[in-house]
C-alpha cells in the first residue's frame, strides 16, 4: 500500500490529453515538492517532472505537472503512441526523519 | 551528465546477504543525496534509504530498519547497499538513483531462491 495514491489505469486515444493524479498528505505533498518518473518496461524510471512542474531538458512540453494543496496532477496532451508507459509520482515526507514516499504507479494505455 | 554504474545481477539463498554497488561519475559525488529504490517484479517503486557522502549518515525506511546498510566510499565515488536476512520477497531489481535530478542506474537483479 503506498503512501501517494494514484490510479491503478489510464488511458487515452493519440492526440487525446489525459491526467494522471497523485494524491498525498500535508507530510509529503503538502509541504514539498513533486517528482514524475516515466519507466517503459525493462528500463530504469526516466524523470519527467521536478519541483511540482518543471521539465529537464528533453522532456516535451506536452507533459506538464501542477500541485494544489496535498494532490498533484501530470497532464500528457497530444497522445502518442510512445506515452505508453507507466508513470509514478513521488514526494519527500517529513514524517520519521524524513523519507520518501512513491505513488503505487500508473500504467497508461494508447489505444 | 551524472551516470551511475550498478554492480551485476546476483543469486543468493534465503538467509544470506548481499551487497550492491553504485559508482558515479560525471558530478559531485560527496554532495548528492543517492537513494536506494527497489522494485519487485510487476510492481511499484519503493524506497529503502539514502545518504548524502559528505555527511555519511544514512537514514533508512522503517521496513528495512535493522535490515539495510547503505555506506559511500568518497574516495572511489561509490555507494553501496547490503541487505541482510534475504527471503523470497526481496527478489526485485535494485537502483541507486539521486531522486531529485532524476539520474538512476541500469538497476540491479537480485534474486533470492534456495
Known amino acids: 500500500q503506498s503512501v501517494l495514491t494514484q490510479p491503478p489505469s489510464a488511458s487515452g486515444t493519440p492526440g487525446q490529453r489525459v491526467t494522471i493524479s497523485c494524491s498525498g498528505s500535508s507530510s509529503n505533498i503538502g509541504s514539498n515538492y513533486v517528482y514524475w518518473y516515466q519507466q517503459l518496461p525493462g528500463t530504469a524510471p526516466k524523470l519527467l517532472i521536478y519541483?511540482?512542474?518543471q521539465r529537464p531538458s528533453g522532456v516535451p512540453d506536452r507533459f506538464s505537472g501542477s500541485k494544489s494543496g496535498t494532490s498533484a496532477s501530470l497532464a500528457i496532451s497530444g497522445l502518442r503512441s510512445e506515452d505508453e508507459a507507466d508513470y509514478y509520482c513521488a514526494a519527500w515526507d517529513d514524517s520519521l526523519s524524513g523519507h520518501w514516499v512513491f505513488g503505487g504507479g500508473t500504467k497508461l494505455t494508447v489505444l | 551528465q551524472v551516470q551511475l554504474v550498478q554492480s551485476g545481477a546476483e543469486v543468493k539463498k534465503p538467509g544470506s546477504s548481499v551487497k550492491v554497488s553504485c559508482k558515479a561519475s560525471?558530478?559531485?559525488?560527496?554532495?548528492?543525496?543517492i537513494s536506494w529504490v527497489r522494485q519487485a517484479p510487476g510492481q511499484g517503486l519503493e524506497w529503502m534509504g539514502g545518504?548524502?557522502?559528505?555527511?555519511?549518515?544514512?537514514n533508512y525506511a522503517q521496513k528495512f530498519q535493522g535490515r539495510v546498510t547503505i555506506t559511500a566510499d568518497e574516495s572511489t565515488s561509490t555507494a553501496y547497499m547490503e541487505l541482510s536476512s534475504l527471503r523470497s520477497e526481496d527478489t526485485a531489481v535494485y537502483y541507486c538513483a539521486v531522486l531529485w535530478f532524476g539520474y538512476w542506474g541500469q538497476g540491479t537483479l537480485v534474486t533470492v531462491s534456495s
Open positions: 545518504i548524502i557522502p559528505i555527511f555519511g549518515t544514512a
Open positions: 560525471g558530478g559531485t559525488f560527496s554532495s548528492y543525496a
Open positions: 519541483r511540482n512542474n
